[in-house]
């Protein structure tokens, strides 16, 4: 077996949680509060594993990875219980630092007990999937694209996470990976005296609560992408651990010298110093099934460094104490960026900061005037300057296709896979590029239907756009799936944009009639916008007022 990638179940004893009405830290998400009574729980998991390691991933808690085994002696690298462990505070009210997690900021995502999309990656010369995508969108502007593998001949696991900038303003940032500890800086990485040691050149700043790339909380610009990645090593208990790296670790007592390798090391040697002066050097095979031992009881002096040295004589590992761990000291948050003046982009697009971003603004400008072959060369001139942005390679795709394109493969759209897997608004131009004439909902999305905002998402993006046809057509297809009164909303909304459809908008908005809004809450400025050009046509209408309610929590006026 070398890597496997396999769907489970895994039973929880869970408190269970109260939801209420969502907080100004919570929105747009329900505050969260305990109730003091246990239930046992069945939670869906993706097993990923190799000889080596085991991976236990929860689609339905945030994509952690709720569970890291060692194989090799049957140890969980990081503290696992199947009691789900809760705390009180947090963004949301109730957080948990099971597992290991992505995190967008020095707290836990709101959405991190939440369900995530997710989907297998196969290699191209496999037939059998050997890694995991998951996907999210956080409901602050933000967007994840998390990518977990295993080589097949490592006790490791990697992590890729695509941190991107959905939205047209600057919005707040620090990625990382939460896991609970007090991480040590090494030379390599970092580790924990566990054993779990994680080297990663993207995270650079370490508390007890986890890795980060930044000791302050920063900001993305409008459509900006984040990329980083880490390489998890889960290495077994040893003797006093004194050193870990990605190729081995090593640990010893006055009894015992200890070793464990990441891959195998034949031919390898381990050179000692002892604190009398004296040098020795043991030939030794190193190997990750198993633990190396050289037993130090008839060894009257104490080892005070080792260096291991492979068969090339290259060093793996110099190991001597473990360093100190790294204090908080986080500094004060950046200031958010300078905006675009959106009314005057000619100089925009002379601007180095701003002129993917002012490109993107004249392909939308060109996309509500129809002018379809314009906005895909504006996309295109956008994408010069940010390629990593594939909500503009879809745009692109978008406005080939109402040019008139019939390329089967158009390779805008594939750029866009490409980048982010789990993008709904790819699932979207698929139905779109061949809408459904039967009145029974599209197949094609029912992967949506597990997380019901995406249909909100793409219809927002297609409103932000101004392409009010690709909208309703999108809307009926959506409420075919979820009812979702934004979706009612969005589409009176674009009714009373084409001034000719006062009735159909008034119908919408009867539709959307609410006795209290439920979740997911408006949160995106294109919502607000929504809300208050129809409560200014409908203001007598109840269920529109209390949505608006919800959103003065977003704006803090609550």
């Not at 209420?20 to 097993?47: A, I, K, N």
């Not at 009881?297 to 473990?322: F, H, K, N, Q, T």
Request: charged share 25%.
């Amino acid at each position: 077996m070398p890597v496997d990638l396999a769907e489970d179940s895994i039973e929880l004893m869970i408190e269970l949680l109260a939801a209420g009405q969502p907080t100004e830290s919570s929105y747009p998400f329900p505050s969260l509060s305990r109730s003091g009574r246990l239930d046992r729980r069945t939670f869906h998991t993706v097993v990923l594993e190799n000889p080596y390691a085991r991976a236990t991933i929860s689609p339905e808690l945030g994509g952690r990875i709720l569970r890291l085994e060692d194989k090799r002696q049957g140890n969980d690298c990081v503290p696992f219980n199947l009691t789900l462990p809760l705390s009180e505070g947090g963004l949301r009210g109730v957080y948990s630092n099971a597992g290991l997690q992505i995190t967008t900021g020095f707290q836990h995502r709101l959405n991190s007990m939440g369900q995530v999309s997710y989907m297998p990656d196969f290699n191209e010369d496999e037939e059998s999937p050997s890694a995991l995508w998951w996907g999210e969108i956080c409901g602050d502007g933000l967007s994840l694209n998390v990518r977990y593998s295993m080589p097949p001949d490592a006790a490791c696991i990697e992590v890729e996470v695509r941190a991107f900038n959905r939205s047209l303003e600057p919005t707040p940032y620090n990625g990382g990976l939460a896991v609970m500890g007090a991480w040590i800086r090494t030379n390599e990485g970092w580790l924990l005296p566990s054993g779990l040691f994680i080297e990663s050149d993207d995270l650079g700043y370490g508390e007890p609560n986890g890795l980060f790339r930044f000791n302050r909380q920063r900001y993305l610009a409008p459509r900006q992408l984040d990329t980083w990645r880490a390489r998890i090593f889960p290495h077994p208990s040893l003797a006093d651990l004194r050193r870990a790296n990605s190729s081995v670790a090593v640990g010893w007592d006055r009894s015992v010298l200890q070793m464990n390798a990441t891959t195998p090391f034949p031919g390898s040697k381990v050179v000692v110093l002892t604190d009398k002066g004296a040098t020795m050097e043991l030939p030794m095979d190193l190997h990750p099934e198993h633990v190396s031992e050289i037993s130090l009881e008839s060894m009257p002096d104490e080892i005070v460094e080792l260096v291991i040295l492979d068969a090339g004589r290259a060093e793996l590992i110099r190991a001597s104490r473990l360093g100190e761990a790294i204090p908080a000291d986080r500094q004060p948050s950046d200031q958010a960026p300078k905006m675009l003046d959106s009314s005057d982009l000619k100089s925009g697009m002379f601007s180095v900061e701003h002129r993917a971003l002012a490109h993107l603004l004249q392909g939308y400008e060109y996309l509500k005037a129809k002018e379809f072959e314009n906005a895909a060369v504006a996309f295109e001139q956008s994408l010069l300057f940010n390629a990593e942005d594939h909500l503009a390679w879809w745009m692109k795709g978008m406005a080939e296709r109402m040019a008139g394109s019939n390329g089967e493969e158009r390779p805008e759209i594939l750029n866009a896979h490409f980048l982010a897997p789990l993008e709904p608004s790819l699932r979207a131009e698929s139905y779109l590029a061949s809408p459904s004439r039967v009145q029974e909902k599209s197949p094609i999305l029912n992967p949506l239907e597990e997380i019901p905002e995406s249909f909100v998402e793409v219809a927002c993006l297609l409103l932000e756009a101004g392409l009010f046809e690709e909208t309703a057509t999108w809307i009926d297809e959506s409420l075919r799936h979820h009812p979702l009164p934004m979706l009612h909303y969005l589409l009176a909304y674009g009714y009373l944009a084409t001034g000719q459809m006062e009735f159909q908008a008034a119908e919408q908005m009867q539709s959307a009639v609410s006795p209290d809004p439920q979740p997911p809450y408006p949160w995106r400025k294109i919502e607000r916008q929504v809300l208050a050009t129809l409560a200014e046509r409908f203001p007598a209408d109840g269920s529109l007022k209390r949505m608006l309610a919800m959103v003065e929590l977003s704006t803090g006026n609550a």
